[in-house]
């Protein structure tokens, strides 16, 4: 049975080409071009006593708790307060924006910096909701990014981000278990099938639109299609139900095999991962590669567990803060947004026992102090080397996870 509190979620779809239905223009009224970030004195002078309203995931408390601490930095140096408005999904932050813009409220919004990427990103992009072009590779810490060996840092989900939104994160999708119960996990997709018929109900994945539960549709769909260099470009609506025909064939075969029979499914991924932790399943996964390790630090997950990946590689990403065209806080999100790019912010976050979430930033051209803040780093005992975490599988062009999301919903949300 479908957790209806999901429904309202199943909207995105719709949302994004309501948004693409927007006129194709990138915001340039006043409202978009009040501040400079290539004129920072002056950015600094006008964010001083600004309240910036961060509308950010607030589902990991970790992460709750990193942003706090951002906050607290900005307000000592700066004289800028942070509110995070901790949301369930950032489709409905998009919804919010576009409802703005519809009602025409160009200046004086509610929404000053939303942690994005992927499909929402494209939607506002698209639709010209984004602040100016250009303001991110205009920031002070800008050059510190590695856009050299992290191109996800300028392309998200295959669509330039043209300095519409700044990189605040790296993702990858690493598996978990629990050594103790499991020593030698399954490595492939169709490991992971047989394992789950000879292990009932010890396996799951979060209900889509989550995005985890989407990524895991996105691994199988990466791994099961027959072109996959049709996932660089747009879905082809004459072509899509082929394409996805092996992905639901396996997933068809999959859920009878999981967790409450494939009925149900966790709501996301702390749940997830506490269904590993109660010994419910055997193999959770997260998009962060320390994020077991940080799980063990906090006392959430047994010190058995480990990480691993599939062979061939796991979907990777980067993940993104970005400024709506009219917010009403654009020198002080401005500030924040270079904050969250500053070689000690990066580190913090960069620490398993603080949030785990790997840097942006090209550590070897830092200087001296700022090298050792990452060098002294422990990085956990479940935390796979750059090596052992293997090739990525680029994330598909941003069409492919609101179709994806439909049709999953269709074939399964009604059982």
């Known amino acids: 049975m479908t957790d209806t509190r999901l429904l309202p979620r199943l909207m995105r779809g719709a949302l994004l080409a309501a948004t693409l239905a927007l006129p194709l223009t990138v915001a340039t009224g006043r409202a978009a071009e009040a501040v400079d970030p290539a004129a920072w004195n002056e950015v600094l002078a006008q964010a001083k006593g600004q309240t910036v309203y961060f509308h950010a995931w607030g589902g990991e408390p970790r992460i709750n708790a990193y942003i706090a601490w951002a906050g607290e930095q900005v307000k000592q140096r700066h004289g800028i307060t942070v509110e995070q408005v901790k949301v369930d999904d950032t489709a409905n932050v998009v919804a919010r924006i576009v409802a703005e813009k519809a009602a025409g409220k160009d200046s004086g919004g509610a929404v000053d910096l939303v942690w994005i990427n992927g499909e929402n990103f494209v939607s506002l992009k698209q639709s010209g909701l984004l602040m100016t072009p250009g303001w991110a590779t205009k920031l002070p810490n800008w050059p510190l990014v590695d856009v050299e060996n992290k191109p996800a840092v300028v392309t998200d989900f295959t669509e330039p981000t043209d300095g519409l939104e700044s990189p605040w994160g790296m993702a990858k999708l690493v598996f978990m278990h629990d050594t103790a119960t499991l020593p030698e996990p399954p490595k492939t997709l169709a490991a992971f099938a047989e394992y789950a018929k000879a292990n009932p109900g010890r396996f799951t994945y979060p209900q889509p639109p989550n995005f985890h ?114 917010a009403s806080a654009k020198a002080g999100a401005l500030v924040l947004a270079n904050f969250l790019l500053s070689p000690e912010a990066q580190a913090r976050k960069q620490d398993p026992a603080i949030w785990g979430d790997p840097t942006v930033l090209a550590v070897e051209r830092l200087e001296t102090a700022e090298r050792e803040r990452f060098n002294a780093l422990d990085l956990g005992i479940a935390t796979l080397s750059p090596e052992e975490l293997g090739p990525v599988i680029d994330e598909p062009h941003a069409s492919w996870m609101v179709e994806l999301e439909r049709a999953w919903t269709a074939r399964y949300a009604s059982q």
């Open 213 to 326: 539960g989407s990524t895991f549709l996105k691994q199988v769909l990466a791994t099961t299609i027959a072109d996959p260099d049709k996932l660089s470009r747009p879905v082809d609506p004459a072509t899509f139900e082929a394409d996805v025909a092996p992905l639901f064939a396996y997933l068809d075969d999959l859920h009878p095999n999981m967790w409450r029979q494939g009925r149900s499914f966790p709501q996301n991924q702390p749940a997830l991962r506490q269904l590993l932790a109660d010994s419910e399943i055997d193999i959770a996964f997260t998009f962060n590669p320390a994020g077991a390790s940080a799980a063990i630090a906090a006392g959430e997950l047994p010190d058995t567990v480990r990480t691993f990946v599939l062979d061939g590689g796991t979907i990777g990403n980067a993940h993104f803060v970005a400024i709506p065209f009219n």
